[in-house]
């Protein structure tokens, strides 16, 4: 299944296009209350582990994608570094959704292996957020 990917110059033209898209933050409500795109919507993909370390997947993330938007909405989802959101795009794209765009370089940036980034994410690239 392929995705189309947008870098966060492509994702903010949308959201500016007039269009009816929608940025979908995949991150959790933490990294999310630290700052995010004006008027994205926050849906978690995966949760904080309660029994220890790391994220465990969110298991109501299609249904409650499901309470927000149609299966024809546009919508881009988006997390801090691209791996989640790309995993968010394949699982609605699986689920019958039919305009969703992954955005790389996240809300931060993507890195490669060794920590050097890859693509620059929305903060970084200095475009409009908040915490409200």
Same mark, same amino acid.
């Given at each position: 299944?392929? *995705?189309?990917? *947008? ?35 926050? *849906? ?30 546009? *919508? ?57």
């Amino acid at each position: 299944m392929d *995705i189309k990917r *947008i870098d966060p110059a492509e994702a903010r033209e949308l959201l500016d296009s007039g269009e009816g898209y929608t940025y979908l933050d995949v991150r959790s409500e933490e990294e999310f209350s630290q700052g995010h795109v004006p008027g994205s919507v926050n *849906i978690p993909v995966a949760t904080r582990n309660p029994m220890g370390p790391g994220l465990v997947p969110n298991p109501e993330f299609t249904s409650q994608v499901g309470e927000h938007f149609k299966k024809d909405s546009r *919508i881009i989802t988006a997390c801090l570094r691209g791996g989640r959101s790309l995993k968010a795009a394949m699982m609605l794209i699986g689920g019958g959704y039919t305009e969703v765009v992954d955005m790389q370089g996240g809300y931060d940036a993507e890195l490669d292996a060794f920590g050097n980034v890859i693509v620059e994410g929305w903060a970084r690239r200095g475009f409009p957020t908040t915490t409200d």
